[in-house]
């Protein structure tokens, strides 16, 4: 007689109503104790672990000299030893890097261009599944402007496996 079988017994054996025996089970089990569980496994879930990080008022050449807030969000490869961890650091050098004016990458780019081609060489540099990033354009006064209320813009493009970027609470831009 195995486990449950001897819980089923004691417990029916103190039923006073007409309930279904595999009722009673379930209900009196889960109260005294019982498990109509076979087999107990530990769950093996899959680690992720992912890293972002945020550059605040970065100045740029780029449409009449905008600046730009860029967050960026990134997930590791599963299989990387200790030492396979990118530097962060190396991670926004090669972001503010890509973001300067060259020949492929004109001063007037549309800020979704330079988004995708900033997140595909990253994807291609660094041992990661996914990144997103977000590049947050911030408003140039104009003294001519008869726009009173300037509106900051995002682009945000996002490859491969990777969380949506979340802003800390309280964190002002």
């Known amino acids: 007689m195995n486990r449950l079988t001897s819980c089923k017994l004691f417990h029916l054996a103190h039923v006073r109503w007409a309930i279904r025996p595999t009722a009673a089970v379930l209900l009196l089990g889960l109260v005294g104790?019982?498990?109509?569980?076979i087999t107990e496994k530990p769950v093996q879930a899959p680690v992720v672990q992912e890293f972002q990080f945020q550059v605040i008022n970065h100045q740029t050449p780029r449409q009449e000299g905008r600046k730009i807030?860029?967050?960026?969000r990134y997930r590791y490869r599963q299989d990387l030893a200790s030492t396979e961890y990118p530097d962060w650091a190396k991670v926004r050098t090669a972001a503010v890097n890509f973001l300067r004016v060259r020949p492929s990458h004109p001063q007037d780019e549309y800020w979704e261009v330079l988004n995708e081609g900033l997140v595909r060489d990253l994807?291609?540099?660094?041992?990661?599944?996914?990144?997103?990033s977000q590049l947050q354009v911030q408003p140039v006064e104009h003294p001519k402007s008869q726009d009173t209320n300037p509106v900051v813009y995002s682009s945000i493009t996002t490859l491969g496996e990777v969380s949506p970027i979340v802003t800390p609470q309280g964190f002002k831009m």
């Open 69 to 72: 807030n860029l967050l960026l």
């Open 33 to 37: 104790g019982c498990s109509n569980q």
């Open 123 to 132: 994807y291609s540099s660094f041992p990661i599944v996914g990144v997103v």
